[in-house]
């Protein structure tokens, strides 16, 4: 590795190698290195008892991609929230040990399990050595790291508290992630009745319901209403089972351009904050993550503005991201917070009381995150509330749609025993 520190310098990152290998029980094994080139890539393999059978470069360094264009998260594969959640806490936790951050990096990238994840923090490792803040490091990575952990960690070096900020983005992360496990844990068998369900009525109506209803096609009388629905509903079915799945692909696309355009996400969002069921949970939800944030940043230092501005567009809706920026605006002018909050009408009444409160009394911090604890836990049981309902109506519905079709077929029979008596 060179490093040149005159007025021309031109700083050349470490290579990444991606590497087969045998260990010293001749297994096969794979991972990635980073080294000078790729003979010290082999080199430092032998050294640590691995027995290289193939090394080659991964990657240019990430200046000569800056200067073509290309992103520098382009090459890598998505990188789960979990994953960033479990990093910055074994991160905390050697920092805190006394690691300087890039022996810590450098311990993490071995326990990396994602080979893209991996890569990614050996580059970022790379360029702490060549000059770079851990902060202006996790930024050539957008796609990895939000703006929200970006300016947490900038402002967690700025005052000399970098393992405190990441423990605390750690929390966010994991709290934040536990409670979309929980919901999608609530949803999961409702979400299956829902598909098997649907799956019994298409083969019924496609193939049952068909050899049944043959019998009555001679009959020269006319079927009942249900019979002749339940025959139309098989045929079409039938022969035109593919158009459901088209029909399903052009909403499905409509939908996403509309999210694209800015006047499409605002109806969309005002929709979902507007459904009797669901909106309520998802306001409180988008809150909940617009409070947790803000006092995080509030306790590492961050000033009110600057945290309202990175704060502004991680709530996931429109309407409440627009409420913080006027918001902002008005603290900017002077006012306080809940006040500022309360006039756009967006947030919850219980959440502005809450604000107000850690205002008047100083803790305005740790009011925040309680907000985040409150809506939190009632979006959980509003969510398990709901599904609780789901699932007998769900079986409720399936009953209706099996005894439509059992009165369909039996209907006629009973007027042809009629005319037979």
């Not at 409160?357 to 100083?362: A, H, K």
Request: net charge positive; with cysteine.
């Amino acid at each position: 590795m060179r490093l040149l520190i005159d007025s021309n310098a031109v700083v050349n990152i470490m290579p990444v190698f991606e590497y087969t290998a045998l260990d010293a029980r001749g297994k096969t094994t794979s991972g990635i290195i980073d080294a000078e080139g790729a003979l010290a890539a082999r080199q430092k393999l032998r050294t640590s008892g691995i027995f290289p059978i193939s090394v080659k470069e991964t990657q240019e360094s990430a200046p000569k991609r800056e200067s073509k264009g290309i992103s520098l998260s382009s090459r890598f594969s998505r990188v789960k929230p979990v994953e960033v959640a479990m990093m910055t806490r074994q991160l905390a936790t050697l920092i805190g040990a006394g690691f300087p951050l890039v022996s810590a990096l450098d311990a993490l990238v071995p326990q990396t399990k994602s080979h893209g994840f991996k890569k990614i923090m050996a580059q970022i490792k790379n360029l702490i050595v060549e000059g770079s803040s851990f902060a202006q490091a996790l930024a050539k990575y957008p796609a990895a790291f939000s703006s929200l952990y970006i300016n947490m960690v900038r402002a967690g070096e700025t005052s000399g508290t970098l393992e405190i900020v990441l423990d605390r983005l750690a929390d966010i992360t994991e709290k934040q992630q536990a409670l979309m496990n929980r919901i999608q844990t609530a949803l999961a068998y409702p979400i299956f009745m829902l598909i098997f369900g649907t799956l019994v009525l298409f083969i019924l109506l496609i193939y049952i319901v068909p050899s049944f209803t043959s019998i009555f096609a001679d009959m020269n009388q006319v079927l009942p209403t249900p019979t002749r629905l339940l025959i139309f509903l098989g045929e079409f079915f039938k022969s035109y089972w593919w158009t459901i799945f088209i029909v399903i692909g052009l909403v499905w696309l409509l939908f996403n351009r509309a999210k694209k355009t800015e006047k499409g996400r605002y109806w969309i969002d005002k929709a979902i904050l507007a459904i009797p069921l669901t909106g309520s949970s998802a306001r409180k939800l988008a809150v909940a993550r617009f409070a947790r944030t803000l006092g995080s940043l509030l306790e590492n230092g961050v000033s009110m503005l600057v945290a309202l501005d990175i704060v502004k567009n991680i709530a996931g809706n429109i309407l409440i991201s627009e409420a913080v920026e006027t918001a902002a605006i008005e603290v900017g002018k002077g006012q306080g917070l809940g006040a500022a909050l309360s006039s756009r009408g967006i947030f919850p009444q219980l959440s502005i009381q809450m604000i107000l409160v850690g205002e008047q009394s100083g803790e305005l911090e740790k009011m925040l995150t309680k907000i985040a604890d409150v809506f939190e836990n009632e979006v959980e049981t509003s969510i398990l509330r709901l599904t609780s309902y789901l699932e007998p109506v769900m079986i409720l519905v399936m009953g209706l749609c099996v005894l439509f079709i059992v009165l369909s077929i039996c209907l006629p029979i009973f007027e042809m025993n009629q005319l037979i008596r």
